[in-house]
């Protein structure tokens, strides 16, 4: 018998569960609290990097994410002044390129699409799950319910999936990383970028300024400084002036790409992570992927990736259980297959973010020295481990940790 696989949450991850779901032959659902046009939109662009291009590869879409996408080829870090601190060659780790970064609402829309009409139902606020005579009763605040035989909760950091789960748990708050990240998309036209980069981020003192291409000519942005966790938010109308500020001292091209954004275009929002409950994060029938389980910090690029690799690895697990009566035992190998390859990407995001964050002089001076003597090759094989990454199609329990 097939299983049916409810999912909830219709960002990245459980999109892609949906579209793995469909192409592995099992019945699904999908449910997105939030309308169709909040769901397929998004702020700034997302860089899908080799590993989880090679979950696109398996399914089919990996050609349409670069032609709508910018291929990510050479980039690193520089100082504030724009001198290299870090440049990568992707051969090293032997790839043609990275990956590819493209829009968010782009990448949204694309995924959306890719599914089967009737799938995906907006305006479905989950609510709680009940387990009867081996099915799960999935309940929303509209009164509605629907019936199947796993749940999903692809539903973001603040998950209701992880909470209705743990209904008789005290559950850790994520974990404040102590920085805020600001998003959004420029107009690069006039902007005097080296060619050769498709990608750069810039270092300064507790703050950090990056730009990468996402297709047809655009560019989008992203930057992080350290404020206290209690600090207010920035005023609508604000923003732009206040990165002004927080980037007077950074050389061209930082200051230009400000001058570029369009208020109303600018993205704030704090940065928190969390690790995965151990040894297992689901429960019965019930599993979490993506930020749900294990949000990371984005300073390697990973958070949307790990919940692509999640959801591709769900699915084949749920493909290949013998046995409907054996569910609730697949998805507990599926979240300890999972967690040391995630406890690497969280453990390698906190380091990187930690170094970006450094505000004492003399520590950001030795960090740049560090990384200017640090030759090319040794720097890109530090994540060989990541982008060696390659979905199987299978789940075993012996396979390694990426």
């Given at each position: 018998?097939?299983?049916?696989?409810?999912?909830?949450?219709?960002?990245?991850?459980?999109?892609?569960?949906?579209?793995?779901?469909?192409?592995?032959?099992?019945?699904?659902?999908?449910?997105?609290?939030?309308t169709w046009e909040g769901m397929v939109s998004g702020p700034g662009g997302i860089f899908i990097q080799r590993n989880a291009m090679s979950v696109y590869e398996k399914l089919g879409l990996a050609k349409a994410l670069y032609e709508k996408?910018?291929?990510?080829?050479?980039?690193?870090?520089?100082?504030?002044?724009?001198?290299?601190?870090?440049?990568?060659?992707?051969?090293?780790?032997?790839?043609?390129?990275?990956?590819?970064?493209?829009?968010?609402?782009?990448?949204?829309?694309?995924?959306?699409?890719?599914?089967?009409?009737?799938?995906?139902?907006?305006?479905?606020?989950?609510?709680?799950?009940?387990?009867?005579?081996?099915?799960?009763?999935?309940?929303?605040?509209?009164?509605?319910?629907?019936?199947?035989?796993?749940?999903?909760?692809?539903?973001?950091?603040?998950?209701?999936?992880?909470?209705?789960?743990?209904?008789?748990?005290?559950?850790?708050?994520?974990?404040?990383?102590?920085?805020?990240?600001?998003?959004?998309?420029?107009?690069?036209?006039?902007?005097?970028?080296?060619?050769?980069?498709?990608?750069?981020?810039?270092?300064?003192?507790?703050?950090?300024?990056?730009?990468?291409?996402?297709?047809?000519?655009?560019?989008?942005?992203?930057?992080?400084?350290?404020?206290?966790?209690?600090?207010?938010?920035?005023?609508?109308?604000?923003?732009?002036?206040?990165?002004?500020?927080?980037?007077?001292?950074?050389?061209?091209?930082?200051?230009?790409?400000?001058?570029?954004?369009?208020?109303?275009?600018?993205?704030?929002?704090?940065?928190?992570?969390?690790?995965?409950?151990?040894?297992?994060?689901?429960?019965?029938?019930?599993?979490?992927?993506?930020?749900?389980?294990?949000?990371?910090?984005?300073?390697?690029?990973?958070?949307?990736?790990?919940?692509?690799?999640?959801?591709?690895?769900?699915?084949?697990?749920?493909?290949?259980?013998?046995?409907?009566?054996?569910?609730?035992?697949?998805?507990?190998?599926?979240?300890?297959?999972?967690?040391?390859?995630?406890?690497?990407?969280?453990?390698?995001?906190?380091?990187?973010?930690?170094?970006?964050?450094?505000?004492?002089?003399?520590?950001?001076?030795?960090?740049?020295?560090?990384?200017?003597?640090?030759?090319?090759?040794?720097?890109?094989?530090?994540?060989?481990?990541?982008?060696?990454?390659?979905?199987?199609?299978?789940?075993?329990?012996?396979?390694?940790?990426?």
């Open positions: 018998m097939t299983p049916k696989v409810i999912i909830i949450g219709g960002g990245i991850g459980g999109l892609t569960c949906a579209i793995a779901c469909v192409q592995a032959g099992l019945e699904v659902e999908l449910y997105e609290k939030r996408g910018g291929k990510i080829k050479k980039g690193g870090f520089s100082n504030a002044q724009g001198k290299p601190l870090y440049i990568n060659s992707p051969e090293f780790v032997n790839c043609s390129d990275l990956g590819v970064c493209l829009g968010r609402p782009v990448l949204q829309k694309l995924l959306y699409d890719a599914l089967p009409s009737g799938i995906v139902q907006t305006n479905k606020k989950f609510v709680e799950v009940k387990e009867k005579e081996e099915k799960i009763e999935v309940c929303f605040e509209d009164g509605d319910t629907t019936w199947g035989d796993v749940l999903v909760g692809a539903d973001g950091l603040y998950s209701q999936v992880r909470v209705s789960l743990n209904a008789d748990k005290v559950l850790d708050p994520p974990v404040y990383s102590g920085m805020r990240c600001w998003r959004g998309y420029f107009n690069p036209e006039g902007i005097n970028f080296n060619p050769e980069y498709t990608w750069m981020e810039y270092w300064g003192k507790g703050d950090r300024l990056a730009y990468f291409t996402i297709g047809d000519g655009q560019r989008s942005f992203y930057a992080f400084d350290n404020v206290p966790l209690e600090s207010p938010r920035s005023q609508p109308g604000t923003r732009k002036s206040l990165l002004r500020q927080l980037f007077k001292h950074y050389s061209s091209p930082v200051p230009q790409i400000i001058e570029a954004l369009e208020e109303t275009d600018i993205y704030e929002d704090n940065i928190y992570d969390r690790l995965p409950l151990t040894p297992v994060w689901g429960k019965n029938r019930v599993t979490l992927i993506g930020d749900a389980a294990h949000p990371v910090q984005p300073s390697i690029g990973q958070g949307g990736c790990m919940a692509i690799e999640d959801a591709y690895e769900l699915v084949y697990s749920i493909k290949t259980c013998a046995d409907l009566s054996q569910l609730a035992q697949t998805l507990r190998q599926f979240e300890q297959y999972r967690t040391p390859r995630i406890t690497q990407v969280f453990e390698s995001s906190r380091q990187i973010s930690s170094l970006g964050q450094l505000e004492n002089p003399l520590s950001c001076q030795v960090r740049n020295w560090i990384y200017r003597l640090t030759p090319t090759w040794l720097g890109d094989l530090q994540f060989k481990w990541l982008f060696d990454y390659q979905p199987s199609g299978q789940y075993s329990a012996s396979r390694g940790n990426g």
